[in-house]
């Protein structure tokens, strides 16, 4: 089976086709960053006009790269949601028209879903069951995973998600959006032990999270300095060092808490976040220490892409889920309440 992917629920227009017997045959990204960085954060109505103006294209390239005819084509999946409405309407539409056009089924796909199989598409792969640590721009969740469409809620933030909480930092910081690599990059210069942020909720049993104190935490540090003197560019590299450390400490203490609490051996971790280096070697440190294995997915397929919805709208597809002609876009959308496969 042959698979179309159309992800447009933010700021970035991917299409990818997912063929089940040959793999990724392509995987096309367009970010517009570029468009949204002036204003520190996404701009919804933006990002829908530039949706409009690329996904059309996109097939193209992608269909001419490949040299697919329509006629191979034997489904379309489009992230359905969640995400921002105006976005998700616009990949749920050019998909419909397609489907209709080219008479082949569609599927829309759960954002988060496309995130925790992305390193499915990798060689090495998890099996099931597993536990997913899901951490992008929108969410931060603790998952546990039976098998595809089988999964439950072990533990969320309450507030800010992980990735929210490095774009909030960064731009406190003035490192520029989006704010992950950015705090990234200026944390690799950072002095260790300048400064020492909380780490959020470990104190207390459970496996829920809340990263919205260190957003306060880093303002608090901020005016601090500014106070004694302008902020220098080690001063803002040591404050991102902690400020990741923070982070990654408080995500790694509840993986291993999930994984003692579910008796899991397998840890997944997707989503934006997931490409941060610092946070996979944590991760290996700690699952190493407890006998248990670390997947993930390579940089590109753990922020916004088009091969993960291809891939899991396949997967959806192959197990005879569809969908009529009608145009759905989910902005919310609990992850817990798709059909099983
Ligand atoms: O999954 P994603 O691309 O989009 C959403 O579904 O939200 O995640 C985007 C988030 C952003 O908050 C971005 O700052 C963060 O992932 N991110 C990172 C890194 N790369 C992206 N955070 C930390 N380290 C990174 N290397
Ligand atoms: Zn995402």
């Known amino acids: 089976m042959r698979v179309l ?7 970035e227009t991917g299409v990818a086709i997912y063929d089940d017997e040959a793999g990724l045959l392509v995987d096309l990204l367009y970010s517009q960053v570029s468009l949204h960085a002036e204003f520190g954060g996404v701009v919804p109505e933006l990002a829908s006009r530039d949706h409009i103006r690329k996904t059309l294209p996109m097939i193209n390239d992608a269909m001419q790269q490949t040299g ?12 359905s949601g969640p995400g921002l409405v105006g976005a998700l309407l616009v990949g749920a539409s050019i998909s419909k028209a397609l489907g209709l056009a080219w008479n082949v089924p ?13 390193p499915m598409l990798e060689e090495r792969r998890p099996g099931y069951p597993f536990v997913a640590l899901l951490v992008s721009g929108g969410h931060t969740q603790l998952v546990s995973v039976e098998g595809l469409g089988r999964y439950q809620l072990l533990g969320e933030s309450l507030d800010d998600a992980a990735g929210e909480a490095f774009d909030k930092a ?18 690799a210069s950072g002095v260790d032990g300048r400064f020492r942020f909380p780490r959020p909720m470990t104190d207390r049993p459970g496996v829920d999270f809340s990263f919205s104190g ?30 990741q450390q923070a982070v990654v ?8 808490r999930a994984l003692e609490q579910t008796g899991l051996d397998t840890l997944v971790i997707a989503g934006g976040v997931s490409a941060n280096q610092s946070l996979r070697e944590s991760l290996h440190t700690m699952s190493d220490a407890i006998s248990a294995s670390l997947f993930y997915a390579r940089p590109q397929l753990c922020t916004d892409n088009g ?20 145009i759905l876009a989910r902005p919310r959308w609990p992850m817990d309440t798709l059909p099983p496969l």
């Open 68 to 79: 697919t005819a329509p006629s191979e084509i034997d489904g379309i999946a489009y992230t």
């Open 170 to 187: 960064a731009k406190m910081l003035a490192l520029g959006y989006p704010g992950g690599p950015a705090i990234a990059a200026a944390a």
């Open 249 to 256: 400490d408080t995500l790694t203490i509840k993986c291993r």
């Open 307 to 326: 091969a993960m919805i291809a891939y899991a709208g396949c997967q959806r597809l192959k197990g005879g889920h569809t969908e009529g002609l009608e």
């Open 106 to 118: 569609t599927i829309g796909v759960h954002h988060m879903e496309g995130h925790l199989l992305a």
């Open 5 to 11: 992917g159309i992800e447009t629920s933010c700021d």
């Open 214 to 243: 260190l957003k306060t935490f880093t303002m608090n540090t901020i005016r601090d300095l500014s106070a004694q003197s302008e902020l220098t560019e080690q001063d803002r590299a040591d404050i991102a060092l902690a400020f």
